[in-house]
């Protein structure tokens, strides 16, 4: 069985203004609601945790109604950290569970052919990641805005969600975590010494951080 964890338990904090990103209206609907209906979607996945914050439990159960998500296996409060977010959804995914694909709903554009992509690639290997090949030059700054130097880019990646983990292996890398702080899942799985690959994906799939980046994907999504 595949669950998909889709996280929605950020303070939004760099959207300023005490809203809830997840819960902002995006062309017709919720942005939360666009990753639960790509997930609903798609063939390869069984089952959805949502994880949202503890105020929005009710929320979330009528955004779940209102959309037809037959997969839902459960709603949990998250964490002050993503890290403990994704920890909440693990410890709610249904005892059958072998693969895990964990989504920001911070990212609204993935699509059903993103998340097979992941669930496909994560059968012969215990960690995928949706990435993109860099393609802005890269500077480095020591001290405020003035250049250090500039990296060189042939070998940078950046990583997105969807990511996809057999469960076991994702388990063992956040019960080895300890009190490091990793940006995504996948760099747990690295910690741990496990092997993680990338899918290189080229469709647009921004991670909406500011109002800015809401109209963009109100744009794409039109
Ligand atoms: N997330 C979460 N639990 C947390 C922190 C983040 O479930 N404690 C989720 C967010 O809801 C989001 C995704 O992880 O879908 C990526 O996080 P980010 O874009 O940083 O969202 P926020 O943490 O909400 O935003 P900010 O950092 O600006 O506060
Ligand atoms: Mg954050």
């Known amino acids: 069985m595949t669950t998909a964890i889709i996280l929605a338990a950020g303070k939004s904090e760099r959207m300023g203004g005490g809203v809830d990103k997840a819960f902002l209206s995006l062309v017709n609907k919720p942005v939360v ?5 790509a997930f609903e979607r798609s063939q390869d996945v069984d089952k959805i945790v949502l994880v949202v914050r503890k105020e929005q439990l009710i929320a979330s159960k009528a955004v779940v109604k209102m959309f037809g998500i037959s997969k839902l296996h459960a709603i949990v409060p998250g964490g002050s950290k993503r890290q ?3 920890a909440a959804g693990l410890a709610a995914c249904d005892v059958d569970t072998r693969h895990v694909l964990i989504h920001d709903s911070a990212r609204p554009l993935v699509t059903p052919e993103m998340i097979s992509e ?12 949706c990435a993109r090949p860099v393609t ?5 700054c020591e001290k405020g805005c003035t250049v250090s130097a500039t990296v060189p880019r042939e070998k940078l990646w950046s990583v997105q969600t969807p990511q996809a ?3 076991r292996e994702l388990r063992a890398a956040f019960a080895n975590l300890g ?7 996948c ?10 690959k990338l899918v290189e994906n080229l469709r ?7 109002v800015e980046d809401l109209q963009v994907a109100g744009a794409l999504l039109k």
């Open 33 to 37: 609601a666009w990753s639960l209906l």
């Open 84 to 86: 403990e977010s994704v």
């Open 118 to 129: 992941v669930a496909k690639a994560v059968r012969r290997t215990p960690a995928v990641a």
């Open 136 to 140: 802005d030059t890269i500077k480095r």
């Open 165 to 167: 983990f057999q469960i």
């Open 179 to 185: 009190k490091r702080v990793v940006t995504d899942d």
């Open 187 to 196: 760099e747990a799985v690295e910690l741990n010494g496990a092997q993680v």
């Open 204 to 210: 647009p799939n921004l991670k909406i951080t500011t």
